[in-house]
């Protein structure tokens, strides 16, 4: 028999709505930084190649739209 941990139902809601929380907050700053990129480049058009490697590279990527919990 396996020992398997059983969370209270209020913990697991608890659990739900952190993670939701934290979601949230990752899309929040990806969309910050977009924000932030868009503007610099509109300042600097020069600087657009160097942004487009960073996105190739998928360090800005968006989340995905498959996350459980997704409104």
């Known amino acids: 028999m396996t020992n398997r941990v059983s969370y209270a139902p ?6 739900c709505k952190q993670a939701e929380r934290d979601h949230e907050a990752k899309k929040l700053m990806v ?9 610099a480049e509109r ?9 487009d490697a960073e996105t190739e590279t998928g ?5 995905s739209r498959s996350v459980p919990f997704e409104r």
């Open 43 to 51: 300042d600097d058009p020069s600087s657009r190649a160097t942004k």
């Open 10 to 15: 209020q913990d697991f809601q608890k659990m």
């Open 31 to 39: 969309l910050m930084e977009r924000v932030k990129r868009q503007i």
């Open 59 to 63: 360090l800005l990527k968006l989340p």
